[in-house]
């Protein structure tokens, strides 16, 4: 078993659409957790950060941890056609040697359409 | 401001033939780290590099040998290719915490 899951889909929807995006983790350590965007042929870029549970949004974008079910959640309002990537969550321990070591899921690919 | 830049951005390779893979950060970040991104199985961390003069061991680090040349620069060897190293590989550096910038990716076959 993966030590952190996530659903590839793919997954397509209109624009406008709310999209729920999510990971489920085994790891108990995992203290800080990312959602990663990539566009096609790109490096991945960080959308999201968040250190241990709760919420946090930056625009039409939040993030969710959830530390007792081991699982996090992306939402994405009022979606657009420039929102069509691959979402990756990641995941690391608490710093020191951890540092940078993250755990990435395998990604979900979203494609919004007009 | 660049950023983090991989070089090449492609490469095909015969099975046992070596090259490096090239990356460089103009952040002054003190991190630096290589992944590779297969199809389902996400990114996996092959070397990083905590510090200048420091490297260590990811998940994935078979077939692989890393140099710290400053800095700056944080190169990545494959001494012989094998077609189980087709894949695309990141760089990425890191000023501290768990927020990495990544490169735009080398995209490597090995025949």
């Known amino acids: 078993q993966k030590e952190v899951e996530q659903d590839p889909g793919p997954l397509s929807v209109p624009e406008g659409a709310i999209v729920s995006l999510n990971c489920t983790y085994s790891n108990s350590a995992f203290q800080y957790f990312m959602w990663y965007r990539q566009y096609s042929r790109k490096g991945p870029e960080l959308l999201m950060y968040?250190?241990?549970?709760g919420n946090k949004e930056d625009g039409r974008f939040t993030a969710q941890v959830d530390k007792s079910s081991k699982y996090i959640s992306l939402f994405i309002r009022d979606s657009q056609p420039s929102d069509s990537a691959t979402y990756l969550c990641a995941m690391s321990q608490t710093g020191g040697t951890s540092y940078g070591k993250l755990t990435f899921g395998q990604g979900t690919i979203l494609t919004v359409h007009p | 401001n660049a950023g983090v830049t991989q070089t090449p951005k492609f490469q095909v390779l015969k099975t046992g033939q070596s090259m490096t893979l090239q990356c460089a950060q103009d952040?002054?970040?003190?991190?630096m780290y290589w992944y590779r991104q297969d199809p389902g199985m996400g990114l996996r961390l092959i070397y990083y590099s905590a510090s200048e003069g420091t490297t260590d061991k990811g998940e994935v680090p078979n077939g692989y040998n890393v140099s710290r040349l400053n800095k700056r620069e944080f190169s990545l060897r494959l001494e012989s290719a094998a077609p189980s190293q087709t894949s695309v590989y990141f760089c990425a550096s890191g000023g501290g915490g768990e927020k990495l910038f990544f490169g735009s990716g080398t995209q490597l076959s090995v025949l």
């Open positions: 952040m002054n970040h003190n991190s």
């Open positions: 968040t250190y241990s549970s």
